[in-house]
C-alpha cells in the first residue's frame, strides 16, 4: 500500500533554514508529481509546492516563492522541501502527497501523517 | 484566506445526512475538477472524492459530492460518530495558478 513518510521538520529560528524529506513507498514513484501541503495551528490546509514526476514542471504558491524549493530525488524514491528565509507564519504541520493520476493539474490523493516545523522569532 | 468559502461547522444526529457546500468562482471551480478531504485531528488528510463526483476504492457510498456551476457539495449519509472530523474542498484555480483549499468545515455528530 501507499506509505508517505515525513521527516526533518523541528524547531527553527526567524531566518533559519530546514530540509524536509518524504520517503515514498508502496507505488511507483518515479511516475508520480507530488505535493506538498502545510496546516498552520488552528487553520485549514494551505497548498505549499507541486512538482511534475520528472522535476521539470514545478509551482508554487507565492507565500513561499523564492524561499522555498521542492526537489525530488527518484532514485531513492525521496521528495524533499528545502526552506529558507524561515518566518513565524511558516510554522505548520507539513504534509507531503502524491498526485492522483492524471493529467498536468491534479490533486493529491495519498498523504503522509506531516512533519512539524515551528520557527520561533 | 481562501478563495473557496465552506460553512465553518454542520452537525446532525446519527443516521442523519448533512451536505457541505464550497463555493467559488469560474476561475476555480467553474472550470476545473473538485476533490474532497476527511482530516481528522493527528492524522493523514484522507480523500474521499475526486473529479467532482468519484470516490477512491474503499470510500463507501454514504459520501457523494456533485458540481453545480461554481459551487461544489459534499453529502454524507447515514452519519456516523466516526466521521466527525474536518472536511475541506478543494481544486486548481487558474488565475492564481495554484491549488487552492476551501476554508473547511467541521462535521459535529450531536
Known amino acids: 500500500q501507499v506509505q508517505l513518510v515525513e521527516s526533518g521538520g523541528g524547531v527553527v529560528q526567524t531566518g533559519g533554514s530546514l530540509r524536509l524529506s518524504c520517503a515514498a513507498s508502496?507505488?511507483?514513484?518515479?511516475?508520480?508529481?507530488m505535493h506538498w501541503v502545510r496546516q498552520a495551528p488552528g487553520k485549514g490546509l494551505e497548498w505549499v509546492a507541486v512538482?511534475?514526476?520528472?522535476?521539470?514542471?514545478?509551482d508554487y504558491a507565492d507565500s513561499v516563492k523564492g524561499r522555498f524549493t521542492i526537489s525530488r530525488d527518484n532514485s531513492k524514491n525521496t521528495l524533499f522541501l528545502q526552506m529558507n528565509s524561515l518566518r513565524p507564519e511558516d510554522t505548520a504541520i507539513y504534509y507531503c502527497?502524491?498526485?492522483?493520476?492524471?493529467?498536468?493539474?491534479?490533486?493529491?490523493?495519498?498523504w503522509g501523517q506531516g512533519t512539524l516545523v515551528t520557527v520561533s522569532s | 484566506q481562501s478563495v473557496l468559502t465552506q460553512p465553518p461547522s454542520v452537525s446532525a444526529a446519527p443516521g442523519r445526512k448533512v451536505t457541505i457546500s464550497c463555493s467559488g468562482s469560474?476561475?476555480?471551480?467553474?472550470?476545473?475538477?473538485v476533490s474532497w478531504y476527511q482530516h481528522l485531528p493527528g492524522a493523514a488528510p484522507k480523500l474521499l472524492i475526486y473529479?467532482?463526483?468519484k470516490r477512491p476504492s474503499g470510500i463507501p457510498d454514504r459520501f457523494s459530492g456533485s458540481k453545480s456551476g461554481t459551487s461544489a457539495t459534499l453529502g454524507i449519509t447515514g452519519l456516523q460518530t466516526g466521521d466527525e472530523a474536518d472536511y475541506y474542498c478543494?481544486?486548481?484555480?487558474?488565475?492564481?495558478?495554484?491549488?487552492?483549499f476551501g476554508t473547511g468545515t467541521k462535521v459535529t455528530v450531536l
Open positions: 502527497a502524491k498526485k492522483t493520476p492524471g493529467g498536468l493539474v491534479a490533486l493529491p490523493d495519498y
Open positions: 508502496g507505488f511507483a514513484f518515479s511516475i508520480y508529481g
Open positions: 512538482t511534475s514526476s520528472d522535476g521539470s514542471h514545478i
Open positions: 469560474t476561475s476555480n471551480i467553474g472550470n476545473n475538477y
Open positions: 473529479d467532482n463526483d
Open positions: 478543494a481544486t486548481w484555480d487558474t488565475s492564481l495558478s495554484a491549488y487552492v
